[in-house]
């Protein structure tokens, strides 16, 4: 169908305020635009409702127009990119909170609106909503829901997925269905829910959420844990495991991301320190105090320093340190190519030092930081971005970070899912019965491939 005529329907249908032309720039690309991937589009929908969302899939699915949903725009894979034309379906007007019983720690959330406003009205009546994500002020509901986002936190208490309880979907043709919802416990039929979860818009378009809560915190006190390389740090990593202790973070920087950040860092870093452990006890304060404590002994091992910070805005100082890191790496150069790679914890070291080696025979400085706890490497190459033969090297890298990640008995994606960048990937992963069995869903689903064409590929 040509553009013009998508975008006249989609306007008789929705109304001329919700659909911008095809060419509205800032829709076409997502956080992978540093890495010149962008896309054209026939239109963009910009719904009101979840009947406008549903709606939209229906007319689309009966026009055979590709639907490329789209959250905050914050992902690293190019899941909201419109790589084969079609409509960009926005949910970022659906930002209503429908329902929030704080005193039943759940709450009933549009896709639309923005993590860090979860967190902060749970936080505002003395509950929690862990996941976190980056960007939280621009990544949404729905997209961490189609990710199925984590962050540091995930290590103490899961990914996204875990704190789901119910879902609103539009599924293909264009109906709208809910799926489990304010219930703790559902085990009725197959987990519909969990195949939406992570599904990177491909199986269906999510229009709201349960959240489920947990009571916040009374107090949550860091530990900053410098080592001369990565095998310390490594070994490190293991003593707090061995330990039994369960902080709600245990992050890592190896050199490189070190040396992009250290002087950002209020309370400094050795000139010598190649590796970094962050670790975070929360809990009751005596519980807290008494895990940092354990923390500090256990981490001081080997340590060439470790720093507990005594106030809160301490504290907060050294987690904005911390989520700044990324920035501080692109900035090294001006731009960076990174993709999220698991390894068993055990074989972080040994994934750091792969990653710098990778980077090395492409001719580019790289570096790694992310969850250590989870084995989450956030493996990085350092571009300038105005260089294409440098991106291009830093591409082919990536392709052996993949490699290297199943090699290691890890996966090729721990939180930022597939979506256009890793397209193939899976297939190094898993056996052929298990990569026919995701193609199968995919086509029960959508058996037109409408639902986001081009992403979360096996083969």
């Known amino acids: ?20 032309p095809g060419t509205s720039a800032a829709y076409l690309h997502d956080a992978t635009e540093s890495r010149a991937i962008g896309g054209r589009a026939d239109a963009v929908a910009l719904p009101r409702d979840a009947e406008q969302v549903a709606a939209t899939v229906a007319w689309c699915y009966q026009h055979d127009v590709a639907i490329i949903p789209r959250g905050g725009g914050t992902g690293f894979a190019g899941g909201a990119v419109p790589v084969e034309g079609g409509v960009v379906l926005s949910l970022e007007r659906l930002r209503a909170l429908r ?76 109906e709208l269905v809910r799926i489990g919802g ?16 992570g599904s990177e818009g491909t199986l269906g378009v999510v229009t709201a959420a349960w959240l489920r809560l ?57 000139t010598t320190a190649g590796f970094v452990l962050i670790a975070e006890a929360d809990g009751s304060r005596a519980e807290a105090e008494r895990v940092r404590d354990e923390l500090i002994e256990v981490l001081g091992d ?13 504290t907060r100082a050294l987690w904005r340190w911390r989520a700044g890191v990324s920035l501080a790496v692109t900035a090294s ?13 055990e074989r972080l070291a040994e994934a750091v030092g792969a990653t710098r080696a990778i980077g090395e025979r492409h001719g580019l400085p790289a570096c790694s930081w992310g ?19 440098e991106l291009g090297r830093a591409e082919e890298a990536a392709q052996e970070l993949f490699a290297l990640a199943v090699a290691l ?38 058996p037109k491939g409408l639902l986001n064409p081009g992403k979360k590929l096996a083969r």
């Open 1 to 20: 169908m040509p553009t013009a005529a998508v975008e006249h329907e989609l306007r008789r249908r929705l109304g001329d305020d919700a659909v911008l």
């Open 99 to 174: 329902a929030f019983e704080p005193e039943r720690w759940r709450m009933w959330v549009e896709a639309g609106v923005p993590t860090s406003r979860v967190a902060r009205r749970a936080r505002e009546n003395g509950l929690l909503y862990p996941p976190d994500p980056g960007a939280a002020e621009s990544s949404q509901i729905g997209g961490n829901i189609a990710t199925n986002a984590g962050g540091p936190h995930s290590f103490k208490y899961g990914v996204t997925g875990a704190w789901v309880t119910g879902l609103e979907v539009v599924l293909a043709p264009g």
């Open 182 to 197: 304010p219930v703790r416990k559902d085990v009725a039929g197959y987990d519909l829910g969990a195949l939406m979860i």
């Open 214 to 270: 947990i009571p916040a915190p009374e107090a949550e006190l860091p530990v900053l844990a410098a080592y001369p390389d990565a095998d310390s740090g490594g070994a490190a990593l293991a003593a707090v495991l061995a330990a039994g202790l369960q902080p709600a973070t245990l992050e890592f920087l190896d050199a490189g991301a070190v040396s992009a950040a250290r002087a950002t860092l209020p309370e400094g870093i050795p």
């Open 302 to 314: 080997g340590a060439l320093a470790v720093h507990a910070p005594a106030t809160r805005e301490a």
């Open 333 to 345: 150069r001006g731009g960076k190519v990174s993709e999220d790679i698991v390894v068993p914890s």
């Open 371 to 389: 969850h250590a706890g989870d084995g989450n490497l956030h493996a990085t190459f350092m571009i300038d971005r105005d260089d294409p033969a």
């Open 409 to 446: 008995g890890g996966s090729v994606s721990g939180e930022h899912g597939i979506g256009l960048v890793k397209r193939g990937a899976l297939a190094w992963q898993w056996p052929p019965a298990a990569l026919a069995a995701h193609a199968a869903i995919k086509a029960a689903l959508d």
